[in-house]
């Protein structure tokens, strides 16, 4: 019986270092695998429902007396200073289990690329960056879940401090960087371009509303020539183009145009808060509400789905306390989650990520802490919808 039980342990200590020297886990297959015939939609049908690692890797410190500034220090300059400056704790591979064990199939990871790069015009992005976050994209694609990378409010500072050509030269310089260092990867890794800004311009600066849209579409443009450009798998990679402020109606208008590729069927297009005019107006959960998802789901349906463009809507609501309709016909906010869930994943078939950041009172939509989701109806609406 000893020889037996020696005999296992070995082979579990032989099969736990294979897995480690191949970059996977357990049961997750080959983190750098690209599957043949791979289009956008099958991968949208795959991705089910997401969560943000919100206020985490986009955070950066915004010093009043440098708002210019696209590199600036945190603490002793840590990643883990930048990591946790907007309160977050430092992220572990048990929050990330904690996510694929709750039904999130995918993760969005934000990142300021500024934190740490040299103030020297160069837009280099830093390595102990690159390192760190694809310590925390390695934990989630060995998970089995799909990961989207994008460039979050560092698009913001370049458009709007810099003229146009500069921003679009430093949009590409950055994104050069971080499609070499991860062309490696597999295709659960998934680049989305840019957050909210795009059709802001440079401050003191008021183009026309046709300049701006031109200026939109050129920087997810960049972008896509620029992933595809460094080879290796990005060649064939899933990207995200990011809309017109993420706004639906912006996003679905003419002036909107989707980048061109040099390989079919591998574009989805990013849009943020299907119900947002609802949540500021305090008006969730009423009949009002429900009609304006209906036909907010009906434009991106109409401009991008029924051509084949899956939608990956970046963020969505995790709470709405507060936010409630008076005659709310949908009751609590959990009620109204799941409706929307449902409208957006079964009748239309996006893909939606829940906005989510650490809450050191326990009050988030994920508890990073104890590694689960924190209420319990919300835990099942992720599990049937997923």
Same mark, same amino acid.
């Given at each position: 019986?000893?020889? /037996? ?17 191949? =970059? ?6 080959? /983190? ?13 049908? %795959? ?13 950066y410190f915004n010093d ?14 840590? $990643? ?11 992220? !572990? ?13 995918? #993760? ?8 740490g790069m040299p103030d ?9 960056? @690159?390192?760190?976050?694809? *310590? ?5 694609? %060995? ?34 960087? #971080? ?25 003191? !600066? ?11 579409? *050129?920087?997810?443009?960049?972008? #896509? ?10 060649? *064939? ?8 402020? +993420? ?7 003419? =002036?909107?145009?989707?980048? +061109? ?16 005019? $609802? ?7 009423? *009949? ?5 998802? /209906?036909?907010?789901? %009906? ?5 991008? !789905? ?62 990073? @802490? ?10 099942? +609406? ?5």
């Open positions: 019986m000893k020889k /037996i039980c020696k005999i296992l342990a070995v082979f579990l200590v032989v099969t736990s270092l294979l897995a480690s020297l191949s =970059g996977c886990s357990s049961g997750s297959g080959d /983190i750098y695998e690209m599957r043949e015939n791979l289009s956008a939609k099958k991968v949208a049908n %795959e991705m089910g429902i997401g969560i943000n690692l919100g206020n985490t890797f986009e955070a009043d007396t440098n708002m210019c500034g696209f590199s600036q220090v945190v603490g002793d300059g840590k $990643m883990s200073d930048y990591e946790t400056c907007w309160g977050a704790v430092e992220t !572990t591979r048990e929050m990330i289990d904690g996510m694929r064990d709750s039904g999130f199939k995918t #993760v969005r990871i934000p990142v300021f690329w500024g934190n020297d015009g160069t837009f280099t992005v830093s390595k102990k960056l @690159l390192k760190r976050v694809e *310590e925390v994209v390695k934990w989630v694609l %060995e998970d089995g879940m799909y990961c989207v990378v994008n460039m979050h409010h560092y698009d913001e500072r370049l458009i709007m401090f810099l003229d146009r050509e500069q921003a679009v030269n430093a949009a590409k310089t950055v994104w050069e960087q #971080v499609a070499e260092h991860f062309k490696d990867y597999g295709d659960h890794l998934i680049f989305e371009g840019y957050n909210e800004y795009l059709g802001g311009a440079k401050n003191g !600066t008021n183009p026309s509303d046709a300049e701006k849209f031109d200026y939109c579409n *050129e920087m997810n443009q960049v972008f #896509v020539d620029a992933v595809r450009a460094s080879g290796g798998n990005n060649s *064939e990679r899933i990207l995200i183009a990011s809309g017109y402020n +993420t706004n639906i109606d912006k996003t679905t208008s003419a =002036g909107f145009k989707m980048p +061109t590729d040099t390989v079919k069927d591998r574009l989805m297009v990013s849009v943020h808060y299907i119900d947002n005019n $609802m949540y500021w107006s305090k008006q969730i959960g009423s *009949e009002a509400w429900h009609d304006y998802t /209906i036909s907010q789901c %009906e434009l991106l349906k109409n401009r991008f !789905t029924a051509e084949g463009i899956p939608v990956f809507v970046g963020e969505t609501t995790a709470g709405y306390d507060g936010c409630m309709a008076g005659n709310s016909a949908y009751g609590s906010s959990q009620d109204c989650i799941r409706e929307l869930i449902s409208i957006a994943v079964d009748d239309y078939g996006f893909v939606p990520a829940f906005w989510d950041t650490h809450h050191s009172d326990g009050g988030a939509f994920y508890d990073r @802490l104890e590694c689960k989701i924190s209420d319990s109806e919300n835990a099942e +609406t992720v599990r049937k919808f997923g």
